[in-house]
């Protein structure tokens, strides 16, 4: 009971501060937005003309694809914050209160995944013009599947800001990191157009089963195996980032 009070009372006070200054969420939802209106209809002209293209409709492949996107670099920057807080001594003077370590982590990363929620949302309402169609049961699946990648990248970025404890040595991690998950997801076109040795590597990326899983639930196809996979392996992969970050909030706020 205690840690699920403590951690309503951080996610309150993170959420607050971010509604004070949106600028992130704005800032986050600006480049998925002028990927979908410039480099949508582009991808619509190939999926006409490009056999091996998955079907579905090109913004029914695109989009999925750009919540993806959102929910990575939306989640793996959130240590910049944590840092400013450290700075600031917030973290330090938490650090005298009996909160919870754990509720200090959980709470700041739900409000991480409330605002990735609320920015797959509007992106979805922003791309229904283009031609997008997802079945309302698939959209609530696929809010989940957003939600456990913000609740893995979110409390690994929280990890490195507390172990590294300098934006300038951040910034070049997670972008190393990001940027390789990026590229193998399939993000911005499907990886069954990629060569075989590509399609092989790309399987060891965790995003890319999310990113087959995601575009599964918008085409309506609960059944396929894509899904079942892909939930399961970010909710492994959610409590290990969750464990990893607890341990780790344990010790830098003892």
């Not at 949508?40 to 056999?51: F, Q, R, V, Y």
């Not at 169609?133 to 690994?156: E, F, N, Q």
């Not at 193998?184 to 990326?205: E, H, R």
């Not at 990893?244 to 909030?249: D, H, I, K, L």
């Amino acid at each position: 009971m205690k840690v699920a009070r403590d951690t309503w009372l951080i996610f309150e006070r993170s959420m607050f501060l971010t509604l004070r200054n949106p600028v992130w969420i704005i800032v986050g939802l600006l480049q998925p937005f002028l990927y979908l209106v410039l480099f949508g209809p582009l991808l619509k002209s190939i999926a006409e003309n490009t056999p091996g293209f998955p079907p579905g409709g090109a913004f029914n492949i695109f989009v999925p694809g750009l919540l993806i996107q959102i929910a990575l670099f939306g989640a793996a920057f959130v240590g910049f914050g944590l840092i400013s807080e450290m700075r600031s001594g917030v973290v330090e003077r938490m650090r005298v209160t009996p909160l919870s370590r754990f509720a200090m982590l959980l709470g700041r990363a739900f409000r991480d995944v409330v605002v990735l929620d609320v920015q797959a949302l509007v992106l979805i309402a922003l791309a229904l013009p283009f031609g997008l169609k997802i079945d309302p049961a698939g959209l609530l699946v696929a809010l989940s599947l957003l939600s456990l990648i913000g609740l893995t990248m979110a409390p690994l970025s929280y990890t490195l800001a507390l172990i590294l404890k300098n934006e300038d040595a951040l910034a070049p991690v997670v972008t190393t990191i990001s940027l390789p998950l990026l590229l193998l997801s399939g993000i911005l076109l499907p990886l069954t157009l990629a060569p075989d040795w590509l399609q092989t590597v790309a399987k060891i990326n965790p995003l890319s089963h999310a990113v087959d899983a995601i575009r599964a639930l918008f085409n309506g196809h609960f059944g396929d195996p894509s899904v079942g996979f892909g939930v399961a392996l970010m909710t492994v992969l959610a409590i290990l980032a969750l464990a990893v970050a607890s341990r780790t909030f344990g010790r830098s706020a003892a």
